[in-house]
Nanobody, 123 residues
Framework: QVQLVESGGGLVQAGDSLRLSCAAS????????MAWFRQGPGKEREFVAS????????YYADSVKGRFTISRDNAKNTVYLQMNSLKPEDTAVYYC????????????????WGQGTQVTVSS
């Protein structure tokens, strides 16, 4: 059983940066693809970014490409999301998610989720 705990969210202004962290416990995630999703107010949860088990492959939603960077430190059992040039439309609860496979060929439903961290971007 893997537990994921997100941190690093907060209230920022447009153009600012934030780095989200997702710390895993219970077992190693070093063999698992990981991802970030988000759910804005009144919206469905959507894919943001994913990363393969060793970090060699990353994928991004078009809406965040060039602004967000997903990374991981398997020694720390942690995944990160660096968010730059934040926009008000990035306001959402951000969820870390994991898969029982080392890499993704397509956006797939995760096998486990964190509880989420709120990111609010003011204009």
């Amino acid at each position: 059983q893997v537990q994921l705990v997100e941190s690093g969210g907060g209230l920022v202004q447009a153009g600012d940066s934030l780095r989200l962290s997702c710390a895993a416990s219970g077992r190693t995630i070093s063999n698992s693809a990981m991802a970030w999703f988000r759910q804005g107010p009144g919206k469905e949860r959507e894919f943001v970014a994913s990363i393969s088990w060793a970090g060699a492959s990353t994928y991004y939603a078009d809406s965040v490409k060039g602004r967000f960077t997903i990374s991981r430190d398997n020694a720390k059992n942690t995944v990160y999301l660096q968010m730059n040039s934040l926009k008000p439309e990035d306001t959402a609860v951000y969820y870390c998610a994991g898969y029982s496979r080392p890499r993704l060929s397509t956006i797939a439903k995760p096998d486990y989720w964190g509880q989420g961290t709120q990111v609010t971007v003011s204009s």
